[in-house]
């Protein structure tokens, strides 16, 4: 029998018990614990879009345009679905979210899978500014109802107060509006309801120009007045249209001139000026304004009580004098070398070193800032929106000092890090903030969404989330050592190094590590092997933080050099080999062949594919331990009394520890790009406790082999495929009538001539039906490929030998092709590759492996793909969307198929024919891929007997 693809039998359960192993064993990616915010966690829930990228520019009740202005207050979300910094669509009006509570669940809830994402959340009951949820047009006239442009909103849980920024003016609702487009009671900043007009380019304490703040807090009314760069007091809620400010901050009274011509305005900055401020707030005590075009955040210890009051502290500057937007360093003046020196000024931990070994900084960090668009008090936090940066820095004190460092930093990865998307970890300009002691809301301009953040008791570490075959995907690069022994012969390899070429060519290598191993007269490339590898490994024993382990490979000849550190960081660890003669007077004779300048082959195995099995890496994850039944179906969806949600989908579980939790993504989210995940679980005593949500990146296929668990290199769980003797024919080009295609088996000739209309799968079909009244032999399709299976009748190795070959005519444009010249590599079906039993070339090899993606259905079996259930026993064998190709021992391998398991969950079972032309190699490397998405590398031995 040959590999059968369904009937596994004992290989499957002992497959499974190699799984369940794996996934208990060490967790290499750990996270401390935490209670507060931490910088790259994800939002919980997302308001205003179906998902967290769907971007949806229709406009409704569910769904937002390009929001900016949020407040929060009387269990209500007020939305300003309007912007001004060029986010589309501008949709012109304020949306109300009433019973807020009752929208959202708490950040301990359990939730149900009753919607497509059920953390994607929140319909607007009301609406201002437009007669219903899907009218918006901008109403260039003024009116008691119509709003242009309205970018700010603000309520005490009373009023309601917008800043019509276009028609240049602020409304006030007495009382929350309770129903759609309701007229507001007062205007402030114009005389009457339909006036916009400014008074010139002298303002006064009645007028405003494009005001984009407000704020109330203890009776007082707050307006940031943007281009007449001040901030309005009002120290009442005005009651009569066109009512006086009080007390004007940021100009020296209230008729200050301003030069309209952004380019031609005073460029004087002190603690007592203003350039475009965006945005105005208090928590009674401080008041913090947003100054937009001086690229910093001010604060007043106190309420200002009189005009021109100057600040106390300056945010995202080291001074009340400067204003450059990220401000982490300058050029020293006086260096005259290039690059210059670079001077820190708010970033003071260098990121490296220039070309001249100055030290560098980075342009940002948590203490700078870049178009900021609203700070926000809550208790002793400040929460400022970053929007040049695409970021929200969070300080959990009300900072006292210039230019203070933030302590997370949410949107970003790190204060030196801007990678904005549409990821449930990111954001596109962050325009406003609100927080009901809970949550916090940002609005995401240019992704069309509200966000919501909240604390979690334990957190998942950036990409925490990752494929629980692969786990790590490490890079690695070989060293070939040839030649011949010469006593006094040096190798010297050099890790970590930087290698430069001089115009006669000879080349020097500086820095990093250098490994010697002079050639005694008794060695052999044997030893020479070892020796080397050991001195690698004994520099590094121990330390954990050096570049690289070695294995030796003698039968390869070579040392496999493997990267301690994993993911795509490993790609860049150099590497560098030099031969030294015993003597000037002799040439040496041993050599040294690297694989490449740079290990090679990391890859992000947090980058997951619909249906992967993943583990959730952390600490303190859960109260207790449990593990599933992974032959059950449906997997459970509370293990252990934990929880793992995937964008609010419960997903399957297979294993719930503190370190590790092991799940199913879900087959639905195949749509998205980015999902957020987080664990939830459930003592004995009800006490509940959540990790921060963490983002996952979404891709069509990101595979992992899986592998015996604690072995380096990752030995391969890796299985003979057939029982019987094999060989293969490949049928490509394309088909023309009148051609032949010929197959032979020892002296026997099966042609069949190309008939028009013929394809070559129909090309293939032909000559199996042909092949398959031979007395050796049979033939089948082999999956995914135009290939013929050719396999021996007779069981075990007496099928070994049988001579096979195919051609074609020599004008036909069908190609033929034998993959081998005789049958071969008649096995134990199922039998592990082991040291003792080791693959040969030309035989067919069995790998698992999940993270390979949505497979290719048909309508009529589209309903058996079901997450958490195991793919049917008598479901169709399923190729995989993403076209899968496999390279071992350096050759490609073909890929037969790659089907579902059936009675499993997420593992696909992939079927290789190794190249007939290998080498021996006991930790023969193998990869599978899909697209630009390589496995990790795992080892199996193989036996060229030929050799």
Known sequence: MIFNIFNDGFLNQFLMKCILVFLLGATSLLAQPTVGFTTGQAARLVIGQSTFTSQDSNSSDLTVGAVSGLAYAADT???????????????????????????????????????????????????????????????????????????????????VVVADTNHNRVLIWNRIP????????????????????????????????????????????????????????????????GAAADVVIGQRDMTTFVQPDLTQQSSVVDAKTLLNPVAVSSDGVHLFVTDLGNNRVLIWNSIPTSNYQAADISLGQPDMVSAVANNGYRTDPNDTTVPQKQIPVLCTVSNGTDTNSNPTYPASCNSTLNW???????????????????????????PTQNGAAADYVIGQIGGSVNQA????????????????????????AYNRRITVYSIGENSVPYGGVRNAASLDIVARGTLTLGGTI???????????????????????????????????????LTSVINGLAAQVNAANSGAGDHDVYATPNPTASLILLTSRVSGTDGNSVTIHISVTAASSSNAAQITGTLSGTTLSGGGDAAQIAPGSIVSILGTDLTFTTASADPNQSPLPVSLGNTQVYFNGIPAPMLLASPTKVTAQIPWEVADTTSIN?????????????????????????????????????????????????????????????????????????YTYTVQSGDTLDSIRDALIALINQDPQVTAEPSGVFDRILLRARVQ?????????????????????????????????????????????????????????GLPVLSDTNKSLLQTGVAWPVDGPVTSPASAMNAIAAGKTADVFSATLVPGQVGLYKVILHLNPDLPTDPISQLTIAQDVYVSNIVVLPIVNISQ
């Open 77 to 159: 979300l007020f939305v300003a679905d309007s912007n001004r910094a060029g986010a589309t669509p501008n949709n012109h009006r304020v949306l109300l979210y009433q019973n807020l509570s009752g929208m959202l669940p708490n950040p301990t809830a359990p939730l149900s899978y009753n919607r497509k994402c059920p953390v994607c959340l929140g319909q607007a009951t009301v609406v201002l500014g437009q007669p219903d949820f899907t009218t918006t047009t901008e109403n260039i006239q003024a009116t008691q109802t119509s709003l242009r442009l309205p970018t700010a909103v603000a309520s005490d849980g009373v009023h």
């Open 677 to 749: 995940a987080y664990v939830r679980s459930v003592a004995q005593d009800g006490t509940v406790k959540v990790s921060t949500p963490v983002a996952v990146s979404i891709v069509p296929a990101n595979p992992g082999i899986y592998a015996q668990p604690n072995t380096a290199p990752s030995v391969g769980l890796v299985y003979h495929g057939s029982s019987t003797a094999t060989g293969i024919v490949s049928v490509d080009g394309t088909a023309t009538a009148n051609d032949t295609a010929t197959v032979t088996v020892a002296d026997r000739t």
């Open 486 to 524: 010469q006593a006094g012969d040096v190798l010297d390899l050099n890790i970590g190094g930087t290698t430069t070429t001089d115009s006669s060519g000879v080349s020097t290598t500086t820095g990093g590590v250098d490994y010697k191993y002079t050639v005694a007269s008794s060695d052999t």
């Open 372 to 398: 900021p668009r609203f700070a926000l008090p809550a208790g002793n936090r400040l929460f400022v929106a970053d929007g040049g940066n695409d970021r929200v820095l969070v300080y959990e004190n009300i």
């Open 421 to 444: 998307s549409d990821a449930a970890d990111s954001l596109r300009t962050p325009m406003s903030l609100a927080w009901d002691g809970t949550n916090l809301y940002v609005s995401d």
């Open 178 to 241: 309770m129903t759609n487009d309701a007229p507001a009671d007062v205007v402030v900043g114009q005389p009457n309801f339909n006036t916009y007009s400014l008074p010139g380019n002298i303002p006064n304490a009645k007028s405003m120009r494009g005001p984009q703040g407000v704020w109330i807090q203890n009776g007082k009314l707050y307006v940031a007045d943007t281009q007449n760069n001040r901030v309005l007091i009002f120290n009442q809620i005005p009651t009569a249209n």
């Open 796 to 852: 075990g190795p007496e099928g070994n030998g049988i001579l096979y070959g195919a051609s074609a005519n020599s004008s036909a444009t069908v190609i033929m092709t034998a993959i081998g010249t005789s049958l071969c590599c008649a096995n134990v079906e199922g039998a592990p590759v082991t040291q003792d039993n080791p693959a040969v070339p030309g035989e067919i090899v069995v790998v698992y492996a999940t993270g390979v």
